[in-house]
Nanobody, 120 residues
Framework: QLQLMESGGGLVQPGGSLRLSCAAS????????IGWFRQAPGKQRELVAA???????NYAHFVKGRFTISRDNAKNMVYLQMNSLKPEDTAVYYC??????????????WGPGTQVTVSS
């Protein structure tokens, strides 16, 4: 069964960096587009970055130039390098896989996520 597990979150000062990892098991990551999402208290879950099997990348406007999504198919991993972190980046970060339903695509499901806290 398709499973994704996030790791790499933690406490970092404003302007600092973190690298999040998304490990896939039960399937080969190569054929899926993967998205990083985040959800902060009082806010809806929002898409941060996505990478296709291509691997084309897309970024939310509020992280473009600061965050980089990448994939290592040999390791069956997807990463989110986060630089120049701001307090408003504080959230639980999730990765998810885009699956083809035949009639369209949908995100597979949500795991526990990893907490990122940006604070002095």
């Amino acid at each position: 069964q398709l499973q994704l597990m996030e790791s790499g979150g933690g406490l970092v000062q404003p302007g600092g960096s973190l690298r999040l990892s998304c490990a896939a098991s039960g399937f080969t990551l190569d054929y899926y587009a993967i998205g990083w999402f985040r959800q902060a208290p009082g806010k809806q879950r929002e898409l941060v970055a996505a990478i296709s099997s291509g691997p084309t990348t897309n970024y939310a406007h509020f992280v473009k130039g600061r965050f980089t999504i990448s994939r290592d198919n040999a390791k069956n991993m997807v990463y989110l390098q986060m630089n120049s972190l701001k307090p408003e980046d504080t959230a639980v970060y999730y990765c998810n896989a885009l699956v083809d339903m035949g009639y369209g695509s949908t995100w597979h499901g949500w795991g526990p996520g990893t907490q990122v806290t940006v604070s002095s």
